[in-house]
């Protein structure tokens, strides 16, 4: 794995799951049918995806 993969994760706006490995929402989506899975930098601190990530920690 590479450091770099660990900064991005994929933040589902259908139901707020997120993820870390692309793999999971490959799964996420053939399970649930959702597709708006957007992929979030979580250097980024004023993207919303990823305050609503570190305000359910
Ligand atoms: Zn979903």
Same mark, same amino acid.
């Given at each position: 794995m590479h450091p770099e993969d660990l900064k991005m994760i994929w933040i *589902? =706006? =259908? *139901? $707020?799951s997120h993820f870390i490995f692309h793999a999971d929402v490959s799964d996420h989506k053939a399970q649930t049918?959702? +597709?708006r899975v957007t992929k979030v $930098?979580?250097?980024? +601190? $004023?993207s919303p995806f990823t305050s609503n990530y570190r305000s359910d920690r």
């Open positions: *589902c =706006e =259908e *139901c $707020d049918g959702h +597709t $930098d979580m250097i980024l +601190t $004023d």
